[in-house]
């Protein structure tokens, strides 16, 4: 038998009563709390409020005859539910341990997958400040990869644009993705895996990418300059 406290009485108040006869008693919670331990068994506290009560008999589970409290039902209630929600905490706190780690791993994957050289670029350019892209820009293959921004010299695609996450560079800086050796040149560049999947998912437009860059640049230098005439 599962034995409730006071504390797991989620009710203002514990009525205790006799299916037998008249009697009845209600406690307010405050008050009980100030009289009794909130650890003080349910079973109990009804048995000793019913001395003299002459149908009492010890709770039970099973349907009451004699002295009984509607309040255990509530605790057994209050008491489920909230082990249930402990744990739901506990396995939301698993699976979120688990897509950590399985981050950190790809991190680590793309890491390697980044400065290998079989994985098809040839180098990452920093796009110097206030320059114009160069060559022809475009959104790819709509379809699949909306905001996959291509670049091409002619017909010949020639790379992405894609900012480094903080944990790469700890820098807001975009940089131009060339693509690799001319034997392995693509001209239509895949889905990818890796470090290169997640770029795909990570590309915007082009002169986006330079308004943004040469907007932050200006409020730096905004902030540098307020900076200063305070100190002075």
């Known amino acids: 038998m599962q034995h409730y406290t006071i504390r797991d009485v989620p009710d203002d108040g514990i009525d205790i009563l006799c299916t037998m006869c008249k009697f009845r008693k209600s406690f307010e ?59 739901d905490r506990r396995r939301q706190a698993s699976v979120e341990r ?15 997958i980044r ?60 940089f131009w993705v060339l693509y690799g050796v001319e034997d392995r040149k693509r001209t239509r560049p895949g889905q990818g895996a890796g470090w290169e999947q997640s770029r795909l998912l990570a590309v915007c437009r082009v002169e986006w990418c330079y308004d943004t860059m040469i907007e932050k640049e200006a409020q730096a230098e905004k902030w540098r300059r307020g900076k200063n005439v305070q100190s002075v």
Not at 118 to 137: C, D, M, S, V
Request: net charge negative.
């Open 115 to 174: 400065i290998a050289d079989g994985n098809g670029w040839r180098l990452y350019e920093a796009i110097p400040l206030g320059t114009a892209p160069k060559y022809r820009w475009q959104q790819s293959w709509e379809e699949a990869c909306p905001e996959d921004i291509i670049g091409f010299d002619g017909t010949v695609p020639i790379g992405r644009v894609f900012q480094f996450e903080p944990h790469i560079t700890n820098r807001d800086v975009w």
């Open 29 to 87: 919670m405050a008050g009980l709390l100030q009289k009794y331990s909130p650890d003080l068994y349910l079973d109990i506290f009804v048995r000793a409020i019913t001395e003299f009560c002459e149908h009492r008999q010890a709770y039970s589970v099973l349907p009451p005859c004699g002295a009984y409290t509607p309040q255990m039902e509530t605790a057994r209630k209050a008491v489920t539910d909230r082990n249930a929600e402990k744990k």
């Open 98 to 112: 688990a897509e950590a780690a399985l981050l950190q791993e790809e991190r680590a994957e793309n890491a390697v």
